[in-house]
């Protein structure tokens, strides 16, 4: 029967928000996105203007408010710190894993749903982005309610998620999911059902919950924000590229095989069966999930900007496909077959990712320990996972110790990784040295990929140095007292072209993170 099942989704409920939920709060915030976002949330707060994103007391139109709004209410419910940050994304996250568990169940079955939710809970791209303080998983919660609700026929539930999505990062919002359903309607010979979307009124709806801002943005900023926002935050960062060295037509793979781990195996092998192994009224619905991801993948493929985080709502699409195989070998087959690629492709990349670990630790000599352990915890569990494939052939039995893996591999990272190497990725224990050890009336010079998070952590903004530019070399060289915040490789590569003055001095380096001081 096609309905939830109460016991089920309570360990769907608990899985989720114990492995979405679990570290958020432990680590500092890392640039340079993370700040950026408690830093403009925080703003909002001080100056008590909700309408208009500001960081470093300026304006800036990067993304629409609705993350921002979510953090602030959090900071004001827990706290200016990280888990306030981090929060309403785990909360996304974990809604958008329940809401997949309860769509798959109704229009596949209930062991499709279960297998579903799980495998997007444990899957490492989903599993990191649910705890970053970014707009991601926000936009992937009410994106995927609107294809969802397509899926279901709950057509006004399907235009209030798009509006939402458009308020959480623009006309994304309604372009992509309207784009994926059109297609759909075309495919399947279907266009008439545009006419029972109630599409009049349901854009009526859509714009009386998007345009309030947007017409109140424009009326405070005018053509600014136009030109900023709509100009080069979506059309030109899809026509041209904001990091040149990732425009390559493969960039999106190695991001799929990794980000899909511990699935990746299993991966080719559903979407092959879903083509020509399903039945009619599955293949019906099957084709929907393919057109989405699909879409997903081409277009920003084709988008110049390319960031890792940018096909994250390919992995609902995914993860119920493979949830659907998974409840079909169950039914089909369950003890009496060997499934050679599952195996071959899980073995593989447990391997790798194993092996990776391992690797690892020579460059992260301080976390060298810990990935080591976690290199051989992802081989011994990895062998587990392919044994009871090859000799039980207990298709449930491999499923749970997959999904344990990918669980336990990324929390022990959370736990005992990340923590060691965050000052990598974050400054905020150099900021803990400026602020008690340097005198705060003297200027900061801050590079621009640092200067979020020193403004959240040591209250102040500095002075921008962007890399690859002058700016480094005329701080050191130009008179005055002042401190530079700078990163190992910029610093060393102003070394190479120009002697250091004789009065620069170190005042602290913390993992490749330099607080220098100029006399």
């Not at 026509?239 to 299993?266: C, K, Q, S």
């Not at 499934?339 to 790798?352: E, N, P, Q, R, T």
Request: proline fraction near 4%; aromatic fraction near 16%.
């Amino acid at each position: 029967m096609k309905q939830i099942e109460k016991n089920s989704l309570l360990i769907i409920v608990g899985v989720v928000f114990f492995t979405i939920m679990f570290g958020i709060g432990g680590t500092p915030l890392l640039d340079p996105d993370e700040p950026v976002y408690a830093e403009t949330a925080r703003e909002m707060i001080q100056t008590g203007d909700f309408l208009s994103p500001r960081i470093f007391g300026a304006y800036w139109y990067d993304k629409p408010p609705m993350y921002y709004w979510l953090v602030a209410l959090a900071q004001l419910i827990f706290g200016d710190n990280e888990f306030a940050a981090r929060f309403p994304a785990a909360l996304m996250a974990s809604f958008t894993a329940i809401m997949v568990y309860v769509s798959t169940a109704h229009i596949f079955n209930e062991r499709a749903g279960f297998w579903s939710a799980l495998i997007l809970t444990s899957c490492v791209q989903f599993f990191y982005m649910g705890k970053a303080a970014v707009t991601d998983t926000t936009l992937l919660f009410f994106m995927s309610g609107a294809l969802l609700a397509f899926m279901h026929k709950r057509y006004w539930l399907m235009y209030i998620c798009m509006a939402l999505a458009t308020v959480t990062k623009g006309p994304i919002g309604i372009v992509m999911p309207g784009i994926i359903i059109f297609l759909y309607l075309l495919f399947m010979g279907n266009l008439r059902e545009i006419m029972r979307m109630h599409v009049i009124r349901g854009l009526l709806l859509y714009f009386l919950i998007t345009s309030p801002w947007y017409y109140a943005m424009y009326t405070v900023h005018g053509m600014e924000f136009i030109n900023t926002f709509l100009g080069f935050h979506n059309v030109t960062r899809f026509t041209t590229p904001e990091h040149a060295n990732r425009v390559t037509f493969w960039y999106y793979f190695p991001v799929i095989i990794l980000g899909m781990f511990p699935w990746t195996g299993i991966l080719l092998q559903s979407i092959k069966e879903s083509l020509f192994g399903s039945r009619i009224d599955d293949m019906r619905q099957l084709l929907f999930y393919h057109i989405w991801w699909g879409f997903v993948f081409i277009f920003f493929t084709l988008c110049q900007t390319k960031l890792v985080s940018y096909i994250l709502p390919m992995f609902p699409p995914l993860t119920i496909i493979i949830g659907w195989n998974i409840s079909r070998m169950l039914t089909k087959f369950r003890h009496n077959t060997t499934f050679y690629s599952w195996m071959a492709g899980s073995g593989i990349m447990f391997l790798l990712l194993g092996i990776g670990w391992m690797v690892g630790s020579q460059y992260l000599p301080e976390a060298s320990f810990s990935l080591i352990m976690l290199g051989f915890l992802t081989l011994l569990l990895g062998f587990a996972a392919i044994f009871t494939l090859w000799y039980y052939r207990d298709i449930e039995l491999s499923a749970g110790i997959h999904t344990l893996i990918g669980i336990v591999t990324m929390c022990v990272a959370f736990a005992f990784v990340l923590p060691v190497i965050a000052d990598r990725f974050s400054v905020k224990s150099i900021s803990s040295v400026y602020t008690s050890e340097c005198q705060q009336d003297a200027p900061i010079y801050v590079d621009k990929f640092l200067r979020p998070g020193f403004m959240y952590y040591a209250g102040k903004a500095g002075t921008e140095m962007l890399p690859k530019t002058d700016a480094l070399q005329n701080a050191l060289q130009n008179a005055g007292h002042k401190y530079i915040l700078v990163r190992g490789l910029e610093y060393r590569r102003v070394q190479k072209t120009m002697p250091i003055p004789d009065n620069v001095s170190t005042v602290k380096e913390i993992s490749d993170i330099y607080l220098l001081e100029k006399k």
